[in-house]
Antibody, heavy 123, light 107 residues
């Protein structure tokens, strides 16, 4: 059973870059069948999909964040990562990594989630 | 972008009663809709995908229905562990989008 674990700094200064990593265990990130995704949840609010990466390196980002987001994959470490640049207080949120099922390039639901990591943007 | 709305925002239900939650999409998403349950301090958990298929390990008291733009999640007899926030999410169009959630609390 695939499990996900987020890691990274819990505090980031405004205008800096937020960097998080999701480590995949119990399965190979290169096996296909998933879009490896990032989702965030502002405090007390709903869920916002940030983007995904496929093991091949292809990506798709939410247009609302596209200019600021980079998602990358390291298949040798079985990890994928999120970088969000020029952060402001509005980027304070719990960040989740999750698997988005995919069949024939068609997405399905987010079936496996990491526990989430809280990131606060503050000087 | 497809906008998802959910109603009501809060639903107060007594244990053992039936709960009916609604989700609406701003345009058709076919049956490409999922429901999630989130408890405080936890990640969301997938309950339903394909509008009506229960995910692995989800009790039969959870059922989903609908297609197009109107969807329903029904919890047939609420258990204490079911009090939580429920989100719907469409995966028919990019970008993927979630509803704002319905909080089910104890009456």
């Amino acid at each position: 059973q695939v499990q996900l674990q987020e890691s990274g700094p819990g505090l980031v200064k405004p205008s800096q870059t937020l960097s998080l990593t999701c480590t995949v265990s119990g399965g190979s990130i290169s096996s296909g069948g998933y879009y490896w995704s990032w989702i965030r949840q502002h405090p007390g609010k709903g869920l916002e999909w940030i983007g995904y990466i496929y093991y091949s390196g292809s990506t798709y980002y939410n247009p609302s964040l596209k200019s600021l987001v980079t998602i990358s994959v390291d298949t040798s470490k079985n990890q994928f990562s999120l970088k969000l640049s020029s952060v402001t207080a509005a980027d304070t949120a719990v960040y989740y990594c999750a698997t988005l099922g995919v069949v024939a390039a068609t997405p399905s639901a987010f079936d496996i989630w990491g526990q989430g990591t809280m990131v606060t943007v503050s000087s | 972008e497809i906008v998802m709305t959910q109603s009501p925002a809060t639903l107060s239900v007594s244990p053992g009663e039936r709960a009916t939650l609604s989700c609406r999409a701003s345009q058709s998403v076919s049956s490409n809709l999922a429901w999630y349950q989130q408890k405080p301090g936890q990640a969301p958990r997938l309950l339903i995908y394909g509008a009506s298929t229960r995910a692995t390990g989800i009790p039969a008291r959870f059922s989903g229905s609908g297609s197009g733009t109107e969807f329903t999640l029904t919890i047939s007899s609420l258990q204490s562990e079911d009090f939580a926030v429920y989100y719907c999410q469409q995966y028919n169009n990019w970008p993927l989008s979630f509803g704002p959630g319905t909080k089910v609390d104890i009456k």
